[in-house]
């Protein structure tokens, strides 16, 4: 008898919380903030912020896939030229299993000077309990 009564309560006591696009729209935003942080090819922020079976795909080369593939080609640019990265998500729609973002990004030099922009597309898959990147691609705006 307890247990048919405790059966009952669980729909209600055991249901997951509900999936709240606004609050991941926040949390990408807040992710966004330290999109730059990738150029330092530290493994503790890649492990946090990318999938286990990431992929990402920049134009003019093949996908990257593995996480020390994807921390090399982050670190490489960085190691060249002091830049900063900004990323604005334009749209963010989805549910409890994926999201995607697209949004625009922008690289200035120490002047302050833009030499990149152009827009993106990104997947974010929950993994260990947070929104993650899963898939990331991007193409400048700038010919030439």
Known sequence: MVLLFLSTLCPYSCRQ???DLEAVKQYIGEANKRYGERTKGIPAFFAAAYT???WV???GVPKITG???I???FKAPGDAVPYSVTVRAEEVFGHEDNVIETGVYELTDAGGKCFEK???VVIWRK???LWKIHREIWTSD???
């Open 17 to 19: 919380p509900a999936f």
């Open 52 to 54: 286990r079976d990431a």
């Open 57 to 59: 795909m920049p134009a």
């Open 67 to 69: 996480m020390d593939n």
């Open 71 to 73: 921390i090399a080609y």
């Open 118 to 120: 152009g827009k993106f």
């Open 127 to 129: 993994e260990d309990g």
């Open 142 to 144: 700038l010919t030439g």
